[in-house]
């Protein structure tokens, strides 16, 4: 075994999370910091050219290449998980959306945890505080923090109809999706910087990695953590095929994301007390709650075939197409190129009874199969559909003590009748929308799921025909109160019965937001890293 130098803090994952920790806790330079990443510093062009999600989902270079068990809710169907594997984490190969969720998402989160420090109020700072906004500073915006947001660079004639038809529909067009109110149709913000992908390795990292109380080691598989009793010491890892320790003298903080986190701690004996004993792990303590309350966004493809306008389809297609792409990308970092997998967004209501927006839609100028699937021959747009605030909870659970075996991912999608019903609804809507006039000039035909489903048990089948994963695991490590025998953490997100040790990822949410989970869970680390701090100030 090949002991480390000791750290104040050890983190454990420099994906999205991991990234903003390294920089806010080595900003004081009486501590010292290592960051422990498992894949790569990666520098693949395809990480940096924004339309490179296409060669980095389900390549093992950037993705660890989960998929889930066969799904009921999918019709047994077992799908990819993509997860980002490098510095970065999934920001290296995530859609680069740039959404805060909704207001009462945080004030929820008060709720359930009873600490008003997560609600919307006290929030927003943090997303503010980390933002450089291509707006520059407003009251809702920032500029000159580390997260870059910009406008996208390029436009399509079906997006902007789709857009006329939406409002059509009864969506207003708003001009913000992040002000706490995110009702309405926009194109999306994005982050990139000059057409370029800005993962949060990019803006956390690189500017401080020189810093000399700062330790960066990649190609380190975590273990399991080092314990003393119910006080951790440290991290055990594999670095070249040799099993490592590192020792922590304050804490050790798990950012190894919504799987790794909680396998992390089921290899160490925190868990489920009866999941241990079947896979022949001693019991730590006790934790009955790590690797539960799994919740995903499920999108809903919707494919439309259309003629008398030009979509990604036919570009996509060409030889002449192709070239074109590439040249305008190199010459002026605008086009296809610079695409995010999803161009134009909208948030709605599945019915009138609900008090904020539960649908989002993503909507792209291209459609296929299934991801992985070339571009079909004709022309057509998806309008994926997605229940914002899914009922159905899923579960991660570690195989064996091997870190390199995948764990069991099983969402449980639609397993809640109510996410079966939102589903139908959802599809309802596309359809609504696709028969305004705004849409009319261009003959939309529905490809999948297909017309011929109507009912509701019809459109819920259906669903689990389209339905695919828009890469938002969170909630296996949820925060909560002394009462919550769920919760994981408590609302400073330090895990309950264990001293030193701590998760900061998106793990730690107890409910889903409104919204992609990319930026909530950079806002979770700049929050988490100033807890630390407080706490480290107010013992010293």
Same mark, same amino acid.
């Given at each position: ?23 806010? /806790?080595s ?55 993509? $997860?980002?594997?490098?510095?970065g ?27 008003e ?13 980390? +933002? ?9 915006? &920032?500029?000159?923090? =580390? ?5 996208? $660079?390029?436009s ?51 500017? %401080? ?6 330790? %960066? ?10 314990? *003393?009793?119910?006080?951790t ?12 320790? #590192? ?6 903080? /798990? ?7 909680p396998? %992390? ?12 004993q079947? /896979? ?7 934790l ?5 309350n ?5 999108q ?9 306008v ?20 190199? !010459?002026?970092?605008?086009?296809? !190129?610079?695409m ?15 008090e ?12 296929l ?7 079909h021959r ?28 995948? @764990? ?9 009748? =109510? *996410?079966?019903l ?6 309802? !809507?596309?359809? $609504? ?7 009319? @000039?261009?003959? @939309?035909?529905?490809? !999948?799921?297909?017309?011929?489903? $109507?009912?509701d =048990?019809?459109? #819920?089948?259906?669903?689990? &025909?389209?339905?695919?994963? %828009? ?24 895990? /309950? ?12 949410? @107890? ?18 890293? +100033? ?10």
């Amino acid at each position: 075994m090949k002991e480390m130098d000791e750290f104040d803090y050890i983190i454990v994952g420099g994906g999205a999370a991991g990234c903003v920790l390294a920089n806010k /806790l080595s900003a004081d330079p009486d501590v010292t910091v290592l960051l422990l990443e498992a894949g790569n510093d990666e520098k693949w062009i395809w990480t940096k050219i924004p339309v490179g999600y296409l060669y980095c989902i389900n390549n093992p270079r950037t993705d660890w290449c989960y998929k889930t068990e066969p799904e009921p809710g999918l019709n047994g169907r077992s799908i990819i998980y993509a $997860r980002g594997k490098g510095l970065g984490g999934s920001t290296l190969i995530n859609a680069m959306l740039y959404l805060r969720g909704q207001k009462r998402d945080y004030n929820e989160w008060a709720k359930l945890t009873g600490d008003e420090g997560w609600a919307w109020q006290n929030v927003f700072p943090a997303f503010k505080h980390v +933002e450089d906004h291509w707006k520059g500073g407003d009251a809702n915006h &920032n500029t000159g923090g =580390e997260w870059r947001v910009e406008q996208q $660079r390029l436009s399509w004639d079906i997006l902007d109809r789709f857009a006329e038809a939406a409002v059509q529909a009864g969506i207003p067009l708003t001009e913000d999706f992040n002000t706490g109110d995110n009702l309405g149709v926009s194109k999306f913000e994005v982050n990139q910087k000059r057409g370029t992908r800005w993962s949060s390795a990019r803006g956390f990292l690189d500017p %401080i990695r020189s810093r000399g109380n700062l330790k %960066i080691i990649t190609g380190a598989l975590s273990d399991k953590l080092l314990l *003393d009793g119910k006080q951790t010491k440290g991290i055990q890892f594999m670095l070249g095929g040799e099993q490592c320790q #590192a020792k922590a003298r304050i804490e050790t903080i /798990l950012s190894a994301g919504s799987i790794g986190s909680p396998a %992390i701690m089921q290899r160490t004996g925190i868990g489920n007390p009866r999941t241990l004993q079947e /896979l022949g792990i001693p019991v730590v303590h006790e934790l009955s709650g790590v690797g539960q309350n799994l919740q995903d966004h499920l999108q809903l493809r919707s494919v439309y075939i259309i003629q008398g306008v030009k979509t990604l389809n036919q570009t996509a297609n060409s030889l002449w197409g192709k070239a074109m792409m590439g040249l305008e990308y190199a !010459l002026f970092r605008t086009g296809p !190129l610079t695409m995010a997998p999803s161009q134009l967004g909208l948030f709605a209501y599945s019915d009138e009874s609900v008090e904020t927006p539960d649908l989002e839609y993503h909507v792209q100028p291209l459609s296929l199969d299934k991801f992985g699937d070339p571009l079909h021959r004709f022309p057509a747009f998806t309008a994926s559909v997605l229940d914002l605030r899914p009922k159905s909870r899923g579960h991660i659970t570690i195989r064996d003590r091997n870190p390199h075996t995948a @764990p069991i991912i099983a969402p449980n999608y639609l397993s809640h009748e =109510e *996410d079966r019903l939102k589903a139908a609804r959802g599809l309802r !809507l596309t359809r $609504r929308i696709a028969e305004q006039p705004a849409l009319a @000039p261009f003959k @939309p035909i529905e490809h !999948l799921p297909g017309a011929d489903f $109507r009912t509701d =048990e019809e459109l #819920a089948f259906a669903a689990g &025909n389209v339905g695919t994963t %828009i890469f938002h695991p969170v909630g296996t490590c949820k925060m909560g109160n002394q009462d919550d025998p769920s919760a994981v953490t408590d609302s400073r997100l330090r895990v /309950l019965g264990v001293k030193g040790l701590r998760v900061v990822d998106a793990s730690i949410m @107890p409910t889903i937001t409104s919204g992609n989970t990319s930026s909530p869970t950079i806002m979770i680390a700049t929050r988490g890293a +100033e807890m630390i701090h407080e706490d480290r100030q107010a013992v010293s």
